[in-house]
């Protein structure tokens, strides 16, 4: 289930709010500029479908997307538990960073969360199968896509080569807690 907590940036023990409702969930990240939407495949799709699948299964959306946000480029990427780079690739965005454009990812099936550091408060978004997440540009931030890693996403990039990582270089990262499955809604 999809979840929002928000911290203050000093106490990662208690959070001040927690929701699972989606339509709360949207309403308190449009304060910080998050677009946070719920997206519905008009055909089935599963794991090991072909790109091509997968996002005409979402075409509506992505293309109202693209047509509002001018995205350049559109791909599919899939990450299962038994990827031989899966440490690697988790440990790469574990540390706050923030990116010159957009990170906008839509979760077709799996999970991830992604924290957001605004001001003093810390926002955790766990999201779920059928949640697109849109971070805009220069928002601290990092993800976890937990240690066995299972989710297919549709990312979107303005620039054609994508987006590049600007290390903030603080802890604040690692004082939150990580993303485990089966962790508690």
Same mark, same amino acid.
């Given at each position: 289930?999809s979840?929002?907590?928000?911290?203050?940036?000093?106490?990662?023990?208690?959070?001040?709010?927690?929701? /699972?409702?989606?339509a709360?969930?949207?309403? !308190?990240?449009?304060?910080?500029? *998050? =677009?946070? $939407?719920?997206?519905?495949?008009? +055909?089935?799709?599963?794991?090991?479908?072909?790109?091509?699948?997968?996002?005409?299964?979402?075409?509506?959306?992505?293309?109202r997307?693209?047509?509002?946000?001018?995205?350049?480029?559109?791909?599919?990427?899939?990450?299962?538990?038994?990827n031989?780079?899966?440490?690697?690739?988790?440990?790469?965005?574990?540390?706050?960073?923030?990116?010159?454009?957009?990170?906008?990812?839509?979760?077709?099936?799996? /999970?991830?969360?992604?924290?957001?550091?605004? !001001?003093?408060?810390?926002?955790? *978004? =766990?999201? $779920?199968q059928?949640?697109?997440? +849109?971070?805009?540009?220069?928002?601290?931030?990092?993800?976890?896509?937990?240690?066995?890693?299972?989710?297919?996403?549709?990312?979107?990039?303005?620039?054609?080569?994508?987006?590049?990582?600007?290390?903030?270089?603080?802890d604040?990262?690692?004082?939150?807690?990580?993303?485990?499955?089966?962790?508690?809604?």
């Amino acid at each position: 289930m999809s979840r929002l907590r928000i911290f203050a940036e000093n106490d990662t023990t208690a959070p001040q709010s927690s929701t /699972s409702d989606q339509a709360e969930m949207a309403r !308190e990240l449009a304060k910080i500029g *998050v =677009k946070f $939407e719920q997206w519905q495949a008009n +055909a089935s799709v599963a794991p090991g479908d072909a790109p091509e699948k997968i996002m005409d299964a979402y075409r509506a959306d992505i293309d109202r997307l693209v047509a509002d946000n001018g995205f350049k480029t559109v791909d599919v990427v899939s990450i299962a538990p038994d990827n031989p780079q899966r440490d690697a690739m988790r440990a790469k965005f574990l540390d706050e960073h923030f990116h010159k454009e957009d990170e906008v990812r839509f979760f077709v099936a799996g /999970s991830g969360l992604f924290t957001l550091h605004v !001001e003093d408060k810390v926002y955790e *978004v =766990k999201c $779920e199968q059928g949640d697109l997440i +849109a971070v805009p540009d220069s928002t601290k931030h990092w993800f976890d896509m937990g240690p066995e890693p299972s989710f297919i996403a549709i990312r979107f990039f303005t620039e054609p080569d994508g987006w590049v990582g600007h290390f903030t270089g603080t802890d604040i990262a690692q004082r939150f807690p990580r993303f485990e499955k089966g962790q508690a809604g």
